[in-house]
T-cell receptor, first 111, second 112 residues
Framework: DAKTTQPTSMDCAEGRAANLPCNHS???????VYWYRQIHSQGPQYIIHGLKNNETNEMASLIITEDRKSSTLILPHATLRDTAVYYCIVRVDNYGQNFVFGPGTRLSVLP | SAVISQKPSRDICQRGTSLTIQCQVD?????MFWYRQQPGQSLTLIAT?????????ESGFVIDKFPISRPNLTFSTLTVSNMSPEDSSIYLCSVDRNTEAFFGQGTRLTVV
């Protein structure tokens, strides 16, 4: 079973920041928080991952609370092409471990 | 990143027949993963395929229904056997690289 809970769906206005929350209250000390997204009819795409420090890349920022029981993925300027299902996954950062996908959050970016 | 090519991208099959899905990776990987995504659902792991050994299946999936081959470090196949309409799903292969997972574009299977 997935170890994360996310809202089923969210809306965001185009050009605004999209903040997607994720709860992972049972996360273990050696588990990372990963974010993937799946645009309709495509395979999941890696966005970002982190252990305890906040992370930023060209796609998004990941904010992890100090107790690591929750996190937020931030898309700073959402576009229509960011409409997708976003999956928050916790996983040990070892090669060969599969990802356990929950239902994710369906983000709709509105014009 | 990893480039993963899956074939076919989609197919419509008659019930009772079998379909073999191919997954080709642009470089050698030890483990490959096969997932199923039923309509409107999230991804579920079917099995993990190591080169040179039998695949490891998750609960609810059996080798007779989903035989997997892994003849070398860049290629794997998944067969969906004796298909029924309940097998209509997207099937995806995945590999790990630098602790990130990369996915193929999936095979959209419709069984009629």
């Amino acid at each position: 079973d997935a170890k994360t809970t996310q809202p089923t769906s969210m809306d965001c206005a185009e050009g605004r920041a999209a903040n997607l929350p994720c709860n992972h209250s049972t996360i273990s000390g050696n588990e990372y928080v990963y974010w993937y997204r799946q645009i309709h009819s495509q395979g999941p795409q890696y966005i970002i991952h982190g252990l305890k420090n906040n992370e930023t890349n060209e796609m998004a920022s990941l904010i992890i609370t100090e107790d690591r029981k929750s996190s937020t993925l931030i898309l700073p300027h959402a576009t229509l092409r960011d409409t997708a299902v976003y999956y928050c996954i916790v996983r040990v950062d070892n090669y060969g471990q599969n990802f356990v996908f929950g239902p994710g959050t369906r983000l709709s970016v509105l014009p | 990143s990893a480039v993963i090519s899956q074939k076919p991208s989609r197919d419509i099959c008659q019930r009772g027949t079998s379909l073999t899905i191919q997954c080709q990776v642009d470089s050698q990987v030890t483990m490959m993963f096969w997932y199923r995504q039923q309509p409107g659902q999230s991804l579920t792991l079917i099995a993990t395929a190591n080169q040179g050994s039998e695949a490891t299946y998750e609960s609810g999936f059996v080798i007779d229904k989903f035989p997997i081959s892994r003849p070398n470090l860049t290629f794997s196949t998944l067969t969906v056997s004796n298909m029924s309409p309940e097998d209509s799903s997207i099937y995806l292969c995945s590999v790990d690289r630098n602790t990130e997972a990369f996915f193929g574009q999936g095979t959209r299977l419709t069984v009629v």
